[in-house]
Structures are given as structure tokens and as C-alpha cells.
């Protein structure tokens, strides 16, 4: 069974920058599909980003792209999103997700494993 614990959620002005962590245990997260979602009040859960090494494949969504990066650490089997000129539309919880296939897909159906989630809200 894997693991994964979000953190580095908070509270930033628009045009700032936060790196959320998220630490995984159980496998390590390079044999995974990493992935980012997120959900702000009363909209469905969305896609932002997912990366999968083996493939050295990944990939984001059009309203992130430019802005967010998703990295990783094997030492630490944790995976990051950099996300930097944050705007009030990216407040949301944030949510970790991981895949047992290689293929980083944007739904989350596609997920088999996800994190408690952490919050993200950006001033204007």
C-alpha cells in the first residue's frame, strides 16, 4: 500500500511562489506516475500536472504550464510542484496522487493513490 503526505500548502500573495511536497511510502515513487490535482470550493477536482520517470514523460495542464514544475527526489521518494506567479484562481487544495501505470494521464480515474490534500490560497 502507498503512502503519500502532502505539505508546503499556505497562504501567498498573487505573484508569489510556494513548492508543495509530497512523500511517499510503501514504493518508491519512480516506479509511479506522479501526479498534482487540485479542487477549489465548489468545482470538480482537476488535473495540473503528472510526471513519470521511467518514461521521462510530463506533462500540465494549460492553465499551469510556464508556471508550475513538477520534480522529484529518489533520496527522499518525494515529489514537488514549484509553482511560481501564482494567481487567485490557483487557490484550491492541492492533492498528491500516484499511478501504477507509466502513462500520465489527466484524470483521476487514472490514480490509485492520493494524498489528504493541502491548502493553497493566494491573495490579490
Known amino acids: 500500500q502507498v503512502q503519500l503526505v502532502e505539505s508546503g500548502g499556505g497562504l501567498v500573495q498573487a505573484g508569489g511562489a510556494l513548492r508543495l511536497s509530497c512523500a511517499a511510502s510503501?514504493?518508491?515513487?519512480?516506479?509511479?506516475?506522479g501526479g498534482w490535482f487540485r479542487q477549489a470550493p465548489g468545482k470538480e477536482r482537476e488535473f495540473v500536472g503528472g510526471?513519470?520517470?521511467?518514461?521521462?514523460?510530463?506533462r500540465y495542464s494549460d492553465s499551469v504550464k510556464g508556471r508550475f514544475t513538477i520534480s522529484g527526489d529518489n533520496a527522499k521518494n518525494t515529489l514537488y510542484l514549484q509553482m511560481n506567479s501564482l494567481k487567485p484562481e490557483d487557490t484550491a487544495v492541492y492533492y498528491c496522487?500516484?499511478?501504477?501505470?507509466?502513462?500520465?494521464?489527466?484524470?483521476?480515474?487514472?490514480?490509485?493513490?492520493w494524498g489528504q490534500g493541502t491548502q493553497v490560497t493566494v491573495s490579490s
Open positions: 510526471s513519470n520517470w521511467i518514461s521521462s514523460t510530463t
Open positions: 510503501g514504493r518508491t515513487f519512480s516506479t509511479l506516475t
Open positions: 496522487a500516484a499511478a501504477r501505470s507509466s502513462v500520465v494521464l489527466p484524470t483521476r480515474t487514472s490514480y490509485d493513490y
